[in-house]
């Protein structure tokens, strides 16, 4: 009789145990394939390009892109992955930054102008345009309707530093953020753009 209550304990412990592990394994699984989203600024030639754009009188206009990248560096793809413009700040002389100029989130376009939430697989890389910069008339230029047509206003006429807060998000992976000071004293040679943390990019 003791023998058989040992085997019968064992084989309780035993189905106890395959239970719990078949039924956290398949967790761990999720877990380790997951997406994982990137976004950053480097400061290279991806993050700032030069491209021109049809004005008027058939002229074409050079503008300055400043772009995030974004990526995943999971094993699943990201789908349905969308940018955003969450926080703009002015960054003053000593290093503190003003309240918050915006009243809501704005949505940002991937370079080549759609809005349209996008997959992203792992190994590849996408750029959101951020904003850009006329070589041919100064003003700061954003692509989400705050500063359009406002190169003369309070916000558009501001000479320093704003930072902006980005936050990607997807329908299967959690959302992550970046923050990117650019530096532009109405004078497109004074475009200068960096990652809060790292080194400001040029003088």
Request: glycine share 12%.
């Amino acid at each position: 009789m003791p023998n058989e209550w040992g085997v019968a304990a064992a084989g309780i412990v035993g189905a106890v145990i395959g239970g719990f592990v078949g039924g956290i394994t398949p967790q761990i699984v999720a877990w380790y394939l997951r997406p994982k989203l990137k976004i950053d600024y480097l400061g290279d030639d991806e993050n700032i390009v030069t491209a021109e754009e049809p004005g008027a009188n058939g002229q074409t206009i050079p503008y300055l892109w400043v772009r995030a990248r974004v990526r995943n560096s999971g094993r699943l793809r990201a789908e349905k992955c969308q940018v955003f413009l969450t926080s703009l700040h002015e960054v003053r002389a000593d290093g503190s930054v003003s309240a918050r100029l915006l009243k809501d989130s704005k949505p940002l376009q991937w370079a080549g102008g759609s809005r349209a939430p996008i997959d992203v697989p792992p190994g590849v890389e996408f750029y959101v345009d951020l904003l850009r910069i006329s070589k041919a008339e100064s003003g700061w230029d954003m692509l989400f309707g705050l500063f359009r047509h406002q190169r003369k206003g309070e916000l558009g006429s501001y000479s320093g530093t704003y930072q902006f807060h980005l936050m990607i998000s997807g329908d299967n992976a959690p959302p992550q953020s970046c923050t990117i000071n650019v530096d532009y004293k109405r004078d497109w040679h004074t475009l200068r753009a960096w990652q809060a943390g790292q080194k400001k990019q040029g003088g």
